[in-house]
């Protein structure tokens, strides 16, 4: 898929089929997170697979905004050192990985946003780390728009040379 496609037609999917994603579409996933830059090479980040049912449901009940990740084929949960840039460079890494999955017709969403302590004992993270989210990934239940989105018309928000100057 064009690179361009992909950011055109990925939307969120809460609802996964029951199937299992090919282990070397999630090494793929995986890899496309590590392979991101990082400001100053730092990688702040640490990203742990999770495919074991009884965990997922697990992260699925005490993740507020993501219930349906107890149904997820996978979830990567991501966690970050504290570093300047950390949530930057992580969340670069997760729309990375939400691409390339997006490529293989695997969905995904983000879940929660920092501060998701009850998850560090149920996957052993160290206290120092903070959970920054929980990426589900499955196949999806139902057709993707495939690129019908609401969002607002570009020269409402792109801007050339100068803010309120319109953009092309």
Do not use: C
């Not at 107890?70 to 992580?90: K, L, N, W």
Request: proline residues 5%.
């Amino acid at each position: 898929m064009d690179v361009f496609d992909a950011v055109r037609t990925v939307v969120a999917v809460r609802q996964y089929q029951d199937k299992a994603v090919p282990q070397d579409v999630i090494r793929r996933v995986v890899e496309a997170g590590h392979l991101t830059g990082s400001s100053m090479n730092l990688q702040p980040w640490h990203f742990i697979l999770v495919q074991n049912r009884d965990t997922l449901r697990q992260l699925g009940a005490i993740a507020r905004t993501g219930p349906y990740t107890a149904q997820a084929a996978f979830a990567i949960v991501v966690a970050i050192e504290e570093t300047r840039y950390a949530i930057s460079d992580a969340s670069r890494a997760i729309q990375s990985m939400v691409l390339t999955a997006w490529d293989a017709g695997v969905g995904s969403n983000w879940v929660g946003f920092a501060g998701m302590d009850a998850v560090k004992p149920i996957l052993g993270i160290p206290a120092e780390l903070d959970v920054l989210a929980i990426i589900p990934f499955g196949y999806p239940v139902k057709a993707a728009s495939q690129g019908k989105k609401n969002r607002k018309p570009l020269n409402q928000v792109a801007h050339m040379e100068r803010f309120g100057q319109p953009g092309q």
